[in-house]
C-alpha cells in the first residue's frame, strides 16, 4: 500500500495557467508538508499543516495556496503558473507524537512552458 | 534561521569501500536530524536520523554521528554495494513545526 501517495506525476501546462496537486496519506499522521526541490535537486520546505491547520509558510509567492480537507489530504493549488514554478514537488508526513520522521511521496514533476 | 551545508556533492567508492558524508548546521537549538536517499525518480527515503541526546546511531551498514559542540553530523555507509548509489540528503530541525532544512545534498556512485 502506497503510504504517500501524489497526483499527477507529471503536470505540463502553460504559463499564465492555474493547476492543482493532490496529496493523501494512508499512515494516519497528523502533519503533512509540501516541499519544492530545483533543478539543481536543492529541497526546500513551502508549508505545513498540522490537523488541518497551518503552521509553516515560508516565503512563497501567495500564487501558492495550500489547502488540507482533512488531516490525510493536503492539496498544492497554483495559480497564474510562471516559468520559475517548473521544480518537483514533493508532499510529506509526520505524525508528531512518533517523534520527527517524514515520509515522502513520488513526487510530480511540474513543467510550465 | 537555520543553514545546513553538506559535503561532498559528488562521491566515487569503489563497491565495498566506505563512503562518509558530512553535514554542518548552524543552530545550535536543532536537536532532530535525518538522512535521506533519494533515487532517480524518487522521492527522498529515510534512511536514518539522530536525536540530539545520542552521539551515534548504527543500523545495519549504516550509521550516523553527531557533535552537537562542533555542530556537525556524518552519515557513514559501509560495505557500499551499487544499490547504494543516489543522492544522499541531511536535513536539520527544531522540536517545534518540523520544518527540516536540507543540505544540498550528495550524488554517491559506488562502482562495482
Known amino acids: 500500500d502506497t503510504a504517500v501517495s501524489q497526483t499527477p506525476k507529471y503536470l505540463v501546462t502553460q504559463m499564465g495557467n492555474d493547476k492543482s496537486i493532490k496529496c493523501e496519506q494512508n499512515?494516519?499522521?497528523?502533519?503533512m508538508y509540501w516541499y519544492k526541490q530545483d533543478s539543481k535537486k536543492f529541497l526546500k520546505i513551502m508549508f505545513s499543516y498540522n490537523n488541518k491547520e497551518l503552521i509553516i509558510n515560508e516565503t512563497v509567492p501567495n500564487r501558492f495556496s495550500p489547502k488540507s480537507p482533512d488531516k490525510a489530504h493536503l492539496n498544492l493549488h497554483i495559480n497564474s503558473l510562471e516559468l520559475g514554478d517548473s521544480a518537483v514537488y514533493f508532499c510529506?508526513?509526520?505524525?508528531?507524537?512518533?517523534?520527527?520522521?517524514?515520509?515522502f511521496g513520488p513526487g510530480t514533476r511540474l513543467t510550465v512552458t | 534561521g537555520e543553514n545546513v551545508e553538506q559535503h561532498p556533492s559528488t562521491l566515487s567508492v569503489q563497491e565495498g569501500d566506505s563512503a562518509v558524508i558530512k553535514c554542518t548546521y548552524s543552530?545550535?537549538?536543532?536537536?532532530?536530524f535525518p538522512w535521506y536517499k533519494q533515487e532517480l525518480g524518487k522521492g527522498p527515503q529515510l534512511i536514518i536520523d539522530i536525536r540530539s541526546n545520542v552521539g551515534e546511531k548504527k543500523d545495519q551498514r549504516i550509521a550516523v554521528t553527531l557533535n552537537k559542540t562542533a555542530k556537525h553530523f556524518s552519515l557513514h555507509i559501509t560495505e557500499t554495494q551499487p544499490e547504494d548509489s543516489a543522492v544522499y540528503f541531511c536535513?536539520?530541525?527544531?522540536?517545534?513545526?518540523?520544518?527540516?532544512?536540507f543540505g544540498a545534498g550528495t550524488i554517491l556512485r559506488v562502482k562495482s
Open positions: 510529506a508526513s509526520s505524525q508528531e507524537v512518533q517523534g520527527y520522521e517524514q515520509y
Open positions: 536535513a536539520a530541525s527544531l522540536t517545534y513545526g518540523n520544518k527540516l532544512v
Open positions: 543552530d545550535s537549538a536543532s536537536n532532530y
Open positions: 499512515l494516519g499522521h497528523d502533519t
